[in-house]
């Protein structure tokens, strides 16, 4: 198999391991393209696109409750309208700073230094909310009121600094304002769907030229396989991790960011 191939497959697992978990799959895609010595340049769209069937892997085990969130707003239900408003508000910052800020954004994911700084600093955040906070019970998203929805909005921008992880940015702010492990991590997940929609349309606007016209080595093959690997590997991912956290709470990742990120640093800075 081809190497470009066998590479779109790696970091396709990558991402579907990683996208809904509290470690940055932004993070671990930089670090492991610089692991593999490619240039970041070359698979920077690949790496944004290939986010995009993970976050499809949610609409597919969720299918239900969109489904129901659809036929609820059509028929004007006021349990789907806060769904919809919930979720809206908390997309609506990122969606403002991730186009007022493009190129510093650009510009840090080109540092792998940062990702590894934000992996420690992040475990230890994880560590301290979950030792400091008291969770609630489980609430469905559109019990949420409109003023925490927005804070975990505003908690999601913080994942443009590449390795403090959308979701564990998300999780953790809903967690720090006492709400239930699994609703943070369902309001994270259903987040997911127009933040990642959004960001995937515009890379692929801003690229469309160089894919039209197959310039690079990483072309639409790539983005394919490495789509189709993302997708099947977040569809088991999801559940196992509902359920892991559900018992054991998120300081197991706290302390694998702790460690990753220190090895990623000390190997950045020695390299």
């Not at 970041?40 to 489904?67: D, G, K, S």
């Not at 349309?201 to 080595?217: F, M, T």
């Not at 093959?221 to 977040?234: H, L, M, W």
């Amino acid at each position: 198999m081809d190497s470009l191939n066998i590479t779109a497959i790696l970091l396709g697992i990558v991402e579907g391991l990683t996208e809904f978990l509290p470690v940055s799959s932004t993070g671990h895609l930089i670090l492991a393209t610089e692991l593999f010595g490619f240039d970041p340049a070359e698979w920077e769209v690949f790496n944004v696109v290939i986010q995009l069937p993970a976050i499809l892997a949610i609409v597919v085990l969720y299918w239900r409750t969109f489904l129901d969130v659809a036929l609820g707003v059509v028929a004007r239900k006021p349990d789907s309208l806060r769904f919809v408003r919930n979720v809206g508000v908390a997309f609506i910052p990122s969606a403002i700073l991730g186009v007022l800020l493009k190129s510093k954004i650009d510009a840090m994911m080109e540092t792998p230094v940062i990702v590894a700084i934000a992996l420690i600093v992040g475990g230890f955040a994880i560590l301290l909310i979950e030792r400091l906070t008291k969770q609630g019970a489980y609430e469905p998203v559109e019990n949420l009121s409109l003023p925490r929805s927005a804070a975990i909005g505003l908690m999601q921008c913080l994942a443009m600094i590449p390795g403090v992880s959308r979701s564990g940015a998300t999780i953790m702010g809903a967690l720090s304002m006492g709400v239930n492990r699994r609703t943070a991590a369902e309001f994270s997940f259903f987040l997911a769907v127009p933040t990642m929609f959004g960001a995937t349309a515009k890379q692929l606007w801003d690229h469309r030229h160089e894919l039209a016209a197959g310039a690079g080595p990483v072309g639409w093959t790539q983005i394919a396989i490495g789509s189709v690997v993302s997708f099947g590997v977040a569809l088991v991912v999801i559940k196992a991790f509902v359920a892991f956290i559900s018992r054991s709470g998120f300081a197991p990742f706290a302390i694998y960011r702790i460690v990753a990120g220190s090895v990623a640093l000390v190997w950045l800075v020695w390299a």
